[in-house]
């Protein structure tokens, strides 16, 4: 069944103490691998796209990354305002050729000044 | 550009009726797609659609239609409405299906 776990599903930081965000997958037919940002009450705002393993994207503080498995989010000294809910979301492809999305239940950062 | 709006942002029914959620973007984006999301899962698709005229079901499809009779336009309705269809519901869309998706403000619905 396909699947994507996301962890920890919580996570508190001091200001300026970098951290990792996981989300492993399985799942056939991968497509791509996306990130998304949400803050409370406000739609999941596009991060990064991953395509293949080895891949790495970078935006400010965060930096995405992507293996056969799973993906990281590295957080590199963060600041309260990157307090969100983050998201990952695997898309792939069925056999019948039609695309089908699954997210991961998220993980809740806190980032304390 | 608005990007993709949603209304309204809150709506309260009670069991049994009826309504539309409305959803437009103004991006010329070929796929759209309505979500909801519930306290401990993740955003779980309903339907979307690739195209003016062509729609498919998701994963979640039970007592919801929707229609695509424009490529900005995307409507998702409640034929008759049921507690367990209490949720926030988002409607995103992107260029191609293969893109990554741009998602409206949500719609915060209750169903008593």
């Known amino acids: 069944e396909d699947q994507v776990t996301q962890s920890p599903e919580a996570l508190r930081l001091q200001e300026g103490e970098s951290s990792s965000l996981n989300c492993s997958y399985t799942?056939?037919?991968?497509?791509?691998l996306f990130w998304y940002r949400q803050d409370p009450g406000k739609g999941p705002e596009f991060l990064f796209t991953?395509?293949?393993a080895g891949e790495e994207k970078e935006k400010e503080r965060l930096k995405a990354t992507l293996t056969k498995k799973e993906s990281f989010l590295h957080i590199t000294a963060p600041k309260p305002e990157d307090s969100a809910t983050y998201l990952c979301a695997v898309q792939a492809v069925r056999t019948s050729g039609t695309y089908k999305y699954i997210f991961g239940t998220g993980t809740r950062l806190k980032v304390l000044a | 550009n608005a990007g993709v709006t949603q209304t309204p942002k809150f709506q309260v029914l009670k069991t049994g009726q009826s309504m539309t959620l409305q959803c437009a973007q103004d991006m010329n984006h070929e796929y759209m797609s309505w979500y909801r999301q519930d306290p401990g899962m993740g955003l779980r698709l309903i339907h979307y659609s690739v195209g003016a005229g062509i729609t498919d079901q998701g994963e979640v499809p039970n007592g919801y239609n929707v229609s695509r009779s424009t490529t900005e336009d995307f409507p998702l309705r409640l034929l008759s409405a049921a507690p367990s269809q209490t949720s926030v519901y988002f409607c995103?869309?992107?260029?191609?299906?293969?893109?990554?998706?741009?998602f409206g403000p949500g719609t915060r619905l209750t169903v008593l």
């Open positions: 991953l395509y293949s």
């Open positions: 799942v056939s037919g991968l497509r791509g």
């Open positions: 995103a869309s992107s260029y191609r299906v293969y893109n990554e998706q741009f």
